[in-house]
């Protein structure tokens, strides 16, 4: 068999058998399996109404895409890792997860090599569709560690440094850069404070894959010195089914990110905790599980979290996601000075975990607009994501513009 074929075969037979594992979908995806991957930015998609009424109101200077992941195999010396259960046909669903992330990421025909550098270029691609002035914040993704603050490699699903994100971010003017380290590690302190000095925006944990429990009170010195930096974390909250890890579940409770916001962390929720159950630890140890956005929405309207708690909006447009959680987050007005924008990228560019149709059906998008969001998305999945949030509306109420002009949150540093 020709190799470009036998990749493609390989590419259907792998997603075919693992699809269910990519949003949990069982349905014909109404735009197909795979991201065209369209590069062409025409005219007539950038001037298209939908987009002009998108940016009504918006300073696209203010605009930071406040979560986006930095993929690749590190082919060009960027110290990435990919767990090679990613990679084997033995384990079908992670082979087929790895699959759609690099297709969405249009890095899927790359030639060895160039994979790095090819991932760098779509996204580049991408932001000339954008509005000039806009910004993505490309996170770096920490390895999975023991309890003893030992990195585990084999339980690890993917690792990018953060030297790679801060060297992608010092080279392109639209892009910054948020570091991940884990508050485990021997050389925390020092790792945070290095970043800092070095420009990173934020510090993104993801606490069931990278075996951090939040709550913990190891994280104590790590928070405080976040909180003097007047650093925020974005941690994932709720539950997590796409990438390799400790899998531990549990850790990404929100109510343990108590821990932080107590020692004056700044804390983003990602994704407003929107997928998943939790335990209600408020009424005990073995207390009632609970949707986790019911936990998170508890914290929200705290008074002693506001100003430190928030929620980041990236992925709640998902099939999975899709649920009451985003009528609320559309009509709580109290909570919108407290959210903020984020793609996912590369998610957007997964076609079976999206669906335009079910906003349509679910009357939070007017039907007229499907087909012009289904045309953006074919070119542009980044600009699909931002589009289609600022054109969501749920009894007359749609999303803030503060919502996407997140640059200010991420500028702000404490000054003593």
């Known amino acids: 068999m020709h190799p470009v074929n036998r990749r493609a075969f390989l590419w259907r037979g792998a997603a075919l058998a693992g699809a269910a594992g990519v949003g949990g979908c069982r349905y014909w995806p109404e735009q197909g399996l795979w991201n065209p991957c369209l590069a062409e930015r025409t005219e007539a998609i950038a001037n298209q109404g939908e987009v002009r009424a998108a940016w009504q109101g918006i300073d696209p200077a203010k605009v930071w895409d406040s979560h986006v992941h930095l993929v690749g195999t590190g082919d060009s010396g960027s110290g990435i890792r990919v767990n090679p259960r990613m990679s084997s ?46 910004h993505l914040l490309l996170f770096a993704f920490e390895a999975t560690y023991d309890a003893e603050g030992k990195v585990l490699w084999d339980a690890t699903g993917f690792y990018v440094p953060n030297s790679y994100a801060r060297d992608v971010a010092r080279l392109h003017p639209q892009f910054e850069w948020a570091a991940s380290i884990h508050p485990y590690r021997a050389d925390a302190l020092d790792a945070l404070a290095r970043a800092a000095a070095e420009g990173a925006r934020a510090v993104k944990w993801l606490p069931s894959a990278m075996g951090i429990d939040p709550a913990a009170k190891r994280c104590k010195p790590f928070y405080r010195a976040l909180a003097k930096l007047d650093m925020p974390l974005i941690s994932h909250a709720g539950e997590e089914r796409a990438v390799l890890g400790a899998e531990a579940q549990e850790f990404g409770n929100p109510l343990r990110l108590r821990a932080a916001l107590d020692e004056g962390v700044r804390v983003v929720a990602a994704h407003c905790a929107s997928l ?57 007005a109290d909570w919108h000075p407290r959210l903020l924008n984020g793609s996912d990228y590369p998610l957007p560019g997964v076609m079976p975990i999206y669906s335009v149709g079910d906003l349509v059906e679910r009357e939070l998008l007017e039907p007229a607009r499907a087909e012009p969001l289904k045309t953006i998305r074919g070119h542009n999945p980044l600009l699909f994501d931002f589009v289609v949030k600022r054109s969501l509306r749920s009894n007359g109420k749609s999303f803030a513009a503060s919502i996407f002009e997140t640059r200010d949150f991420f500028l702000r540093r404490a000054t003593g």
Do not use: K, W
């Not at 969405?104 to 000039?132: F, I, W």
């Open 89 to 134: 046909l033995l384990d079908p669903a992670q082979y087929a997860r790895r699959l759609f992330i690099m297709n969405a990421g249009c890095v899927h025909t790359a030639p060895e090599g160039a994979v790095d550098r090819a991932y760098v270029a779509r996204m580049l691609n991408l932001m000339a569709g954008m509005r000039p002035g806009t």
């Open 276 to 332: 998943g159950e939790d335990r209600d630890l408020d009424r005990g140890a073995n207390g009632p599980v609970v949707p986790s956005f019911e936990l998170f929405a508890r914290m929200m309207d705290a008074a002693q979290y506001r100003g430190r708690l928030f929620g980041d909006i990236s992925a709640v447009t998902q099939l999975n996601r899709a649920t009451d959680v985003l009528v609320t987050l559309l009509e709580r």
